[in-house]
């Protein structure tokens, strides 16, 4: 993969200034490019322009509108701002037994690495998304128990007018032996402007 030098990216400009030593990792890897097989189709002129922030605490404001909702599913929705799991905009708060969502500040992923595809190998935005990690969010299903509603994860982005914010944000999904559950992720924005949106989401199946 062709690297980028920080003295040629705002982005790791930006994060070398978040960073400091720590954003070695991230010119190590490089700012993915078209020539990678796995980008071939995705354009990253954007990640060489403009400038770059990362906030690290949760929006004072949440964005305008209600969140999507699919017709039926109005109660069954885990929202989650800039990576950050919104309260006030979810709605999904009763539960079967056994079955738990929880918020984990030290929860990590670092157990699964995809060998092929985007996020493999810990590419650049693996370190982008352990960099800035967010609280994990865990949808924890138990062996045997199956959901008969899905789970709907909207996940929200605030955009800005000014410096690109990085939002990052952590899904795990683990079902135990004999478990069963339908899960529902789509994305979407509030406000003008652009941001750069790194979500990570892991499913865990037991055997069976």
Known sequence: ?????????????????????KADAFVEAGLPTQRSEDYRYVTMRRLRTGSFTAPTAPPADPGRGEPFAFR????RRVVLVNGFRN?????????????????????RLADFVPETGPGARRDFFWNLNTAFARPLVHLDVPAGVH?????HFVLRS?????ATPIHSGRILVTLGEGA???VLRTTESSGAGA?????????????G
């Open 1 to 21: 993969m062709t690297t980028t030098t920080a003295e040629t990216s705002p982005l790791l400009d930006a994060l070398r200034e978040s960073l400091g030593s």
């Open 87 to 107: 309260e006030a905009l979810s709605t999904l708060h009763a539960l079967p037994r056994g079955v738990r969502l929880t918020v984990d500040p030290a929860g």
């Open 72 to 75: 039926g599913l109005e109660a």
């Open 158 to 162: 605030l955009a800005s007018a000014g």
């Open 147 to 151: 959901l008969a509603d899905p789970v």
């Open 195 to 207: 941001y750069l949106a790194n979500y990570h989401v892991q499913y865990e199946l037991a055997a």
């Open 180 to 182: 069963c559950a339908t």
